[in-house]
């Protein structure tokens, strides 16, 4: 699953890579459009040397962000990455292409459990890509307490005034809401929706941010004592940045993500799309992507070689219940979308 970039950016975005001439969609050419900091750059050189393919990768922040760039008509990527629920809301509003995924050789890598599921039933719109879980992280140096359940980030104590910050987006954050309450994801009771809201409003007086950028630097640096965020993410700013933080592990459960290479409805290099996630899914490549991203793979990989283990990433393994994000109806989708405006006026 992280707004919310999930990372910093990867290679930012620029007017150049916005607007595609005719030039840039000559044959050896390949645009992805991906979560921030979620392609290994050394796999990229790797394809890049083996195919001659010239790889651009511009970064989005949210799936949200993704859907308006789809929706609006942008031409010229020819691989996208949204998470599950926006895979079946963007393959029924006919803005993917249907390339024949579970015929690939990509698709023999993909373990069973991740195979055609209800995102996407035929598997030829999408192939998993990473998996993992949005919950909250905390800064061990500014929060001493418990962590075992969204009490502590939804109803804080005091001494959280001001210290915790949120997500800009509601798309994990309502159902972590609703995991606290017993309430099901996509719900269409307002009752239950009232409840949702209520929590967040209580809450708000102790957030100091609604933010999805920078959250590596607000929480490592203890600026914030609690963040939402991501499993992965935690486990990098720990690991590397050696920041004293600790992914909770909550009780009510966690959200669950899961993100797909997709290939985008009349993308302009169809072929060099899918030569890109053949050989992302191989297994020496899946492993350097796994060892890169931090996430949890969906593919086959060389476990001999794989960096993160239970003992080293407790992250990754989480402990407590994990419910993936579901693609609401229109009904369900217009409450959250109220709960989340009335909050942010």
């Given at each position: 699953m992280s707004?919310?970039?999930?990372?910093?950016?990867?290679i930012?975005a620029?007017?150049?890579?916005?607007?595609f001439?005719v030039?840039?969609?000559?044959?050896?050419?390949?645009?992805?459009y991906?979560w921030?900091?979620?392609?290994?750059?050394?796999?990229?050189?790797?394809?890049?040397?083996?195919?001659?393919i010239?790889?651009?990768?511009?970064?989005?922040?949210s799936?949200e962000?993704l859907l308006t760039?789809?929706?609006?008509?942008?031409?010229g990527y020819?691989?996208?990455t949204?998470?599950?629920?926006f895979?079946?809301i963007?393959?029924?509003s006919?803005?993917l292409?249907d390339?024949?995924?579970?015929?690939?050789?990509?698709?023999?890598?993909?373990?069973?459990e991740?195979?055609?599921?209800?995102?996407d039933?035929?598997?030829?719109?999408s192939?998993?890509?990473?998996f993992?879980?949005?919950?909250?992280t905390?800064?061990?140096?500014?929060?001493?307490g418990p962590v075992?359940?969204?009490?502590?980030?939804?109803?804080?104590?005091?001494e959280?005034?001001?210290?915790?910050a949120?997500l800009?987006q509601?798309d994990?954050?309502i159902?972590?809401?609703?995991?606290?309450?017993?309430?099901?994801y996509?719900s269409?009771d307002?009752?239950?929706m009232k409840r949702?809201?209520?929590?967040?409003v209580a809450?708000?007086?102790?957030v100091?941010?609604y933010?999805?950028?920078?959250?590596?630097?607000r929480?490592?640096s203890?600026e914030v004592a609690?963040?939402?965020?991501?499993d992965?993410n935690?486990?990098?700013?720990r690991r590397?940045?050696?920041?004293n933080?600790?992914y909770?592990?909550p009780k009510?459960?966690?959200v669950?993500?899961?993100?797909?290479y997709?290939?985008p409805?009349g993308?302009?290099?169809l072929?060099?799309a899918k030569k890109f996630?053949?050989f992302m899914?191989?297994l020496?490549?899946?492993?350097?992507?796994?060892?890169?991203?931090g996430?949890s793979?969906?593919?086959?990989i060389?476990?001999?070689?794989?960096?993160?283990?239970k003992?080293?990433?407790?992250?990754?393994f989480?402990?407590v219940p994990v419910?993936?994000?579901?693609?609401?109806s229109?009904a369900?989708?217009?409450?959250?979308?109220?709960?989340?405006?009335?909050?942010l006026q």
């Open positions: 707004t919310n970039p999930r990372f910093t950016a990867l930012a620029t007017a150049l890579s916005l607007v001439s030039s840039a969609h000559a044959e050896g050419k390949l645009s992805v991906a921030a900091d979620s392609i290994a750059p050394e796999v990229v050189a790797k394809f890049e040397k083996e195919t001659g010239k790889v651009t990768v511009d970064a989005f922040s799936n962000d760039k789809l929706q609006a008509g942008s031409a020819d691989i996208v949204p998470s599950q629920h895979v079946k963007m393959t029924d006919g803005l292409e390339f024949g995924a579970s015929s690939m050789p990509a698709y023999e890598q993909v373990l069973p991740w195979q055609k599921q209800w995102w039933p035929t598997g030829n719109y192939v998993p890509m990473a993992g879980n949005a919950g909250f905390v800064n061990r140096d500014v929060y001493k075992d359940s969204w009490k502590i980030y939804f109803e804080p104590s005091e959280l005034q001001g210290k915790i949120s800009a509601a994990e954050v159902p972590a809401a609703q995991n606290y309450l017993g309430i099901k996509c269409e307002p009752a239950e949702v809201l209520d929590l967040l809450q708000k007086p102790y100091a941010a933010s999805s950028d920078n959250i590596e630097n929480i490592g203890g609690a963040h939402f965020w991501w992965g935690t486990m990098r700013v590397n940045d050696k920041a933080v600790e909770a592990m009510e459960g966690l669950g993500w899961l993100d797909s997709a290939v409805k993308a302009p290099n072929e060099n996630i053949d899914t191989q020496e490549n899946a492993t350097a992507q796994y060892n890169y991203y996430h793979s969906p593919v086959k060389d476990e001999k070689e794989a960096i993160y283990t003992e080293n990433a407790p992250e990754l989480p402990t419910k993936m994000g579901e693609a609401c229109p369900a989708q217009e409450l959250a979308t109220k709960v989340w405006t009335q909050l």
